[in-house]
């Protein structure tokens, strides 16, 4: 398979599994907390297709709406009740979503956000953190550190109206702050505040490290948003319905603007929503800003979506503490194992998302102590846990799902506990 892939697929469809050392995980089928590869091997999973599986793979409820939906229509490119009850449930679970709009995918839902967000202001520049991913769609935006020079092309095309103006890259509209630190941003913002339509984050840095922000900078750069005029924005592709029902706006109490959705939205299918303020996203209402595309609201989509909030809506009570609880767990037996085995390990957490690091520091608190880990040793620990039947994120990021067992995590901490001898 590795051979014929080479020949057809250009480097592979994921690009994590072209970074295995010991080759390609190719999946035969996954259910649960579990991945079978084609030649039967089970892999504990903590991958969960890169987030999106929190209640395990091919849940019974989202597994039983995607079957009925696909007999009632598969596309229909048109207005439809579901969509509608879908964002009543985002209006009520989601703290800052007055209003609701619906894409396929997270890259175009940041799209679509940073979209309204420039035609709201009028301005066109945009805030990003190092380290931060948000997609791939813009060439410079999609970078988790972009180059900060980059130059722009002699001739501009002309925007349609209402889409946005130039890509970020191309206009030269990129701005690049450090994390967590509030007097570069506060310094940014006074140079390019009157200028700045968002400043877009991981509310939880979930890509380069888990990194919680520092205890009132949430609530700092809203404040320096509103003085300014920036409108915030949240992505919380990752940590929406993940962290917390209402997503991390809920977790950590800081409502922004606008925010994105995606991965756990659908239980594995592709569905993601961008919402927020009822006055910025009516400028899509009034046809000032463009928003479209022939899979969004997608019937599939939007059905599994709404099985998969209804499980997370009626049994919030038991499913967040127990991912918390597993996660926790884990951690606890990783930093145990490590400490026996004599590897400077770091595990962060809150618990649905946990990441290892390979470091002897006592604190990462942005990407650059992020980039300062050893992270060679990071890659070589995930190929031996790979051997060992335990499939994590190659940067050392777990997913929990409501489908681990502690038996998994018993597991999981022996299979670990070897790796890191091995280690
Ligand atoms: N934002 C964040 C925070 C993400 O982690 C990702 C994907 N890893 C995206 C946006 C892009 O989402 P997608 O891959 O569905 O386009």
Redo the contacts with the bound molecule.
């Keep these: 398979l590795r051979e014929r892939a080479a020949r057809v697929l250009a480097g592979g469809v994921s690009s994590d599994a072209r970074r295995l050392p010991n080759g390609t995980l190719f999946v035969d089928r996954a259910e649960g907390a579990h991945l079978y590869d084609v030649d039967g091997k089970r892999y504990i999973d903590y991958v969960l297709g ?1 987030g999106p599986a929190l209640l395990g793979h091919a849940a019974g409820p989202v597994a039983d709406a995607v079957a009925a939906q696909v007999r009632r229509g598969v596309s229909y490119s048109a207005q439809h009740r579901d969509e509608v009850e879908l964002a009543e449930t985002l209006v009520r679970v989601v703290p800052g979503a007055e209003k609701v709009r619906f894409n396929s ?3 175009e839902a ?1 799209h679509g956000a940073l979209r309204l967000a420039r035609g709201h202001t009028g301005r066109s520049k945009v805030v990003k953190f190092e380290g931060h ?4 769609l813009d060439p410079v935006l999609y970078s988790v550190h972009p180059p900060v020079d980059a130059a722009g092309p002699a001739r501009q095309p002309r925007p349609v109206p209402g889409t946005g103006g130039q890509q970020l890259s191309s206009a030269g509209d990129l701005l690049l702050a450090p994390w967590n630190d509030l007097d570069a941003l506060t310094e940014l913002m006074e140079r390019h505040g009157d200028d700045v339509a968002a400043v877009i984050m ?1 509310p939880v840095l ?2 380069t490290g888990v990194i919680m922000p520092a205890e009132g900078y949430l609530e700092a750069v809203h404040d320096l948003c509103r003085r300014t005029g920036a409108l915030l924005v949240f ?1 919380e ?2 940590t929406g319905f993940r962290l917390s029902l209402g997503g991390a706006q809920e977790y950590l109490g800081v409502t922004p603007d606008l925010a994105v959705f ?2 756990a939205i659908a239980g594995g299918m592709q569905l ?1 929503a961008f919402a927020g303020r009822a006055d910025v996203m009516d400028r899509i209402s009034s046809g000032q800003v463009a928003h479209a595309g022939t899979f969004n609201s997608h019937p599939v989509a939007v059905a599994a979506a709404r099985a998969t909030l209804e499980v997370l809506e009626r049994d919030r009570d038991v499913i967040y503490p127990r991912v918390f609880h597993l996660g926790a767990l884990l951690a606890e037996g990783l930093r145990e194992a490590a400490r026996e085995a004599g590897v400077p390990l770091l595990v962060t957490g809150p618990g649905p998302m946990i990441q290892t690091y390979v470091t002897d520091a006592g604190d990462v608190r942005d990407y650059r102590d992020f980039a300062r880990t050893d992270l060679a040793a990071a890659a070589r620990l995930h190929g031996l846990l790979m051997d060992r039947g335990v499939n994590i994120v190659p940067r050392g990021l777990w997913f929990l799902s409501t489908a681990h067992t502690e038996e998994d995590v018993t597991e999981t901490v022996a299979a670990a506990a070897d790796a890191l001898r091995a280690l």
Excluded: A, M
Excluded at 133 to 136: C, E, F, L, M
């Design positions: 890169q995918v997270g890259s940041v991913y948000h997609g791939w991981e979930c890509n992505d592709v990752i995606g991965k993601s």
